[in-house]
């Protein structure tokens, strides 16, 4: 990922050493603050585990940050997206299955029509269902923990909430 982008946090609620993280395996993801043509924002429920979360996953071996957010748009929202602008970089210790992910999140519109999303199966397994929400009831769902997993409360929904609050600057202009 570029250097020059903001690094907005580190999470590493598990205290993970320094000399732990050179023995993980590393992922590199996308998020993105979506806004439909009402600047509503795009969430996923995952129903299975009772938590909100932005759009976004995995960049594949061989694939750009900027086509990586569009394929995950595409599958989980739908539709594909305008980028706008770079909101930052958040990084994750995960002791509990050995991983530092490092997620770039951009603020996005959807370009054209809502489609409808396209789950993989583990996602299918974990009950999404895309919410389009205004920016104060989005922050107030993420705000809102109910995460029955370690994964979801400890790095998923601090992380979105991060991201979504750093792009507050665009729906208060």
């Given at each position: 990922m570029n250097s020059q982008i903001e690094q907005l946090a580190i999470l590493n609620p598990e205290i993970v050493t320094e000399f732990e993280v050179l023995?993980?395996?590393?992922?590199?993801?996308?998020?993105a603050v979506v806004v439909d043509e009402d600047n509503r924002v795009a969430l996923l429920y995952v129903?299975?585990?009772?938590?909100?979360?932005?759009?976004?996953g995995g960049v594949e071996p061989q694939e750009d940050l900027r086509s990586a957010l569009n394929r995950e748009c595409l599958e989980e929202i739908g539709g594909e997206v305008e980028i706008i602008k770079e909101i930052g970089t958040i990084t994750e210790y995960r002791k509990f299955c050995k991983l530092k992910q490092v997620s770039l999140c951009y603020f996005a519109r959807l370009k054209g029509e809502k489609g409808i999303p396209h789950y993989t199966q583990a996602e299918l397994a974990q009950?999404?269902?895309?919410?389009?929400?205004p920016y104060d009831e989005a922050i107030l769902k993420l705000s809102e923990n109910q995460a029955t997993s370690i994964e979801g409360r400890e790095y998923i929904i601090p992380r979105d909430r991060l991201f979504l609050l750093a792009a507050g600057e665009f729906f208060y202009q």
């Open positions: 023995k993980y395996g590393v992922r590199e993801a996308v998020r129903a299975e585990e009772k938590y909100y979360k932005l759009p976004g009950d999404f269902h895309l919410l389009w929400l």
